[in-house]
């Protein structure tokens, strides 16, 4: 082939390489989140209506986020349980979420040890196996707080995801230079955040920032302050400020958005909290549970615990361009429990009226139409 063939052929698959790479960085993507998912057994077996319900509703997305607050016990682990209350379950409910349509994990959160440092690489190795992207646990510090990187058809994804607080995660659990464990964020008895741990966590997010367009951050919130509850329902959570928005988190979810973060979605406590769009990006408080198969009293956590909502969000040549939001309700008896369905009529109604009323407080509309809702964007 005469040289200028050669070079007219290269041309053209330079040409053709950068069309692929500029249009697999367009920022046209669409996630939808939701809330924590404590899951021990395989919802395709124990409530198969609701995995089909959800395989509508998150249908069509390019990522699909939840926090995985338990632990994978593979077939043969010999691991045994940290406490009586640990929460663990087989291979097949990663299985179940990946039906429902799952891809993208936080393995962040306070039952992320439950089965000790080997559980918390045998969770990891199982998501792996199973082909999510996850972040919020690793062998050592760097990893734990290393971002995933998914790959969509709109554009690179990242997820920076971090835990904080909680009776379970002592130091033991938190990942260091040269140990397993969880990428931890310790708020100090002075209500400042652990320095080393908040630049190591914000060296990460501008490092992913660099890498993709669209950056989720996820924090798992446990620090809900002093038991100061009186005279409610006896078994009732008495930590009453759970339900508040603190002020810490707002502060940090802001420098995370300033480092690079496009979307700050936490969980925690088992409530909704506000949204907030803050400098162009989303910022959400709470969206409270997902999948609930908790062994803990029904009315440990109260109603709020039972109602949730998922966040459908479009970007558009990387800027936020719509959110909308479907309320959903959990099932509260028999082997249904903890697992989600559409809210509907009422209960639509009821959900979405307070999370509104939440949002407002940050200057966030929600437009109410029948039993879904829409943030107005400026």
Known sequence: ?????????????????LGAAGQADRGDVRVMLVGQALVKKDLRVVVPES?????????????????????????????KPRSASSVFGPPEVLEGLKAMGFNLLSLANNHAFDLLESGLLATRDEVARLGFSHAGTGSNADQAAGAAILETLGGKVALVAIASGGVQLTPEAWAGPEKAGVNFLELKADGSLNSEHRERILDAVREAAAKAR???VYQHNHYWGEARGQDGPPGRERRIDRFETPVWMENWARELVDAGATIFVAHGNPALHGIEIYRGKLILYGLGNYIFQSSSSLDRYGPLAWQSAMVDVQFTGGRLSAVRI????????????????LAQGGEAGAILGRLADLSRRYGTELHITGDSAELTLK
Do not use: C, H, W
Request: glycine fraction near 12%; avoid cysteine.
């Open 1 to 17: 082939m005469p040289r200028s063939a050669l070079l007219f052929a290269g041309l053209i698959l330079s040409t053709a390489s």
């Open 51 to 79: 995995v089909t319900q959800a395989r509508g509703y998150l249908g069509g997305a390019d990522v699909v986020f939840t926090n995985l607050e338990s632990t994978i016990a593979p077939v043969g682990f010999a691991g």
């Open 214 to 216: 669209t950056l989720i």
């Open 326 to 341: 479907k309320p959903l309700v959990l099932a509260m008896e028999g082997e249904a429990r903890g697992a989600p369905f």
